[in-house]
């Protein structure tokens, strides 16, 4: 709705009243399941944690005017319920149930007269037209030497990585890592030796908190972890302590707590890779369930897993993945009979590309995340190395770049931070 609502411009009379430039609007935010508003005002209506019934004013004057607005885009969730408090709406008795389930909308209402009593004049859903800000800095923790170690390296916004820093955390390796809540990361499972649930968050600043205790079935071998649903993030597949191989999940939620086990989808397996692409989306793809496969399983933005579908490229193991561009991804690296430098780009449709021919040097176990809002950083691997290699927002993988940091394999990757 555009243009200004004035306060009640017809009254009973027909006498057109004088306003002083609109409706009233409180600053109060409406949480309640219960609510009644007055005629001239307009009210914010969050339905986060239950439904609303909103009920109307029981003498409305001809020209009254009502706005309501999905505070918090969750009217599809729980509803807005519209209580015409012995009134007509739209030339229904007050018997008719009357509710509103659009994310995002806002309803603006006048009372017309007995006959039809209250009337929309508007009840547009906005949509949200925005996706998260870009992800500027990406961290590598973890990994073996040849011992388990919980050393960390930060990459700036230019895609340049810093010297060790002593990590915090218990120090594993074949763990996965990956975004949640916008701007921090979570890195988790693993093994020590045996497999492990501990997970450790890492703050806006690249922060690696202490171990939180594991939830869920512990695993480790090269398990798959990707963002989805702008903020949250989802663990997969993998192998248990038995060394067998699993295809159970677990959702992280944006505060970064994660869920118990869910039963999995699609094929067990493990050292395959993970990554967002597309609004919201995630991709497990490519690993070992036996054999070399190239399946792919796509998650939706309700962290829901779908089951197997084939994919392009090279059957491979041990590889990485990240987003690039906008809505893009980039499987790349890996070992097939041997190390392989191939990449498979993903549109942003979840479909991925034939192999193309790679850049750098042929490892695998090395670790992947998005930086510098757009671009990705693919660094470390097998040979125990601390190369590193960029990727380009179109896709293009660089040539080597010297190392910085500990040489070494089998550790993981997220990005970080909003700000560069």
């Not at 006959?115 to 949509?127: E, I, N, Q, R, Y």
């Not at 972890?225 to 993998?238: H, L, Q």
């Not at 070992?335 to 021919?357: E, F, H, I, K």
Request: contains cysteine; proline residues 2%.
């Amino acid at each position: 709705m555009s243009g200004t609502v004035v306060s009640n411009v017809f009254r009973a009379s027909g006498v057109i009243a004088p306003t002083a430039g609109g409706l009233n609007w409180g600053s109060a935010i409406i949480t309640g399941s219960t609510a009644t508003v007055e005629a001239q005002n307009g009210y914010w209506i969050n339905t986060t944690s239950n439904a609303c019934t909103i009920t109307l004013p029981a003498s409305p004057e001809i020209g009254d005017q009502i706005v309501l607005v999905d505070y918090a885009r969750t009217w599809s969730t729980n509803n807005v319920i519209i209580d015409s408090n012995g009134n007509n709406f739209q030339g229904d008795p007050d018997t008719y149930t009357v509710d509103y389930s659009t994310a995002g909308q806002s309803l603006s209402i006048v009372y017309s007269d007995a006959t039809k009593g209250w009337l929309p004049v508007s009840d547009d859903a906005v949509a949200f037209d925005h996706g998260n800000p870009p992800t500027q800095k990406a961290l590598y923790a973890f990994g073996t030497t040849g011992s388990k170690v919980s050393l960390k390296n930060l990459v700036n916004s230019s895609g340049v990585v810093a010297a060790d820093v002593s990590g915090v955390g218990t120090a594993r390796s074949a763990l996965a890592a990956a975004g949640y809540g916008g701007d921090k990361a979570i890195f988790g499972f693993g093994t020590t030796g045996s497999a492990t649930g501990v997970t450790n968050l890492v703050s806006n600043s690249g922060v690696v908190a202490a171990d939180t205790s594991a939830v869920g079935t512990a695993k480790a071998n090269g398990l798959g972890a990707a963002t989805y649903g702008g903020d949250k993030a989802i663990f997969a597949y993998g192998a248990n302590n038995a060394g067998n191989l699993v295809s159970t999940s677990n959702l992280v939620n944006n505060n970064g707590v994660v869920g118990s086990d869910v039963t999995g989808v699609g094929t067990a397996r493990q050292y395959l890779a993970a990554t967002g692409y597309g609004v919201g989306l995630a991709i497990f793809a490519y690993g070992n369930t036996g054999s070399l496969t190239n399946i792919k399983n796509l998650v939706n933005n309700n962290g829901v897993i779908a089951a197997n579908a084939s994919s392009a490229g090279t059957s491979r193991a041990y590889l990485s993945a990240a987003r690039y561009g906008v809505g893009l991804a980039i499987f790349a690296f890996g070992q097939s009979s041997g190390a392989v430098n191939t990449r498979n780009l993903v549109n942003s449709s979840g479909v991925v590309a034939a192999d193309a021919s790679g850049a750098g040097t042929a490892r695998y176990g090395g670790g992947m995340a998005v930086y510098g809002g757009d671009k990705a950083i693919f660094a470390f691997g097998n040979g125990r190395t601390n190369l590193s290699n960029l990727i380009s927002n179109t896709g293009v993988v660089g040539s080597d770049v010297t190392g910085v940091g500990t040489a070494r394999d089998n550790l993981a990757a997220a990005g970080y931070s909003l700000s560069a």
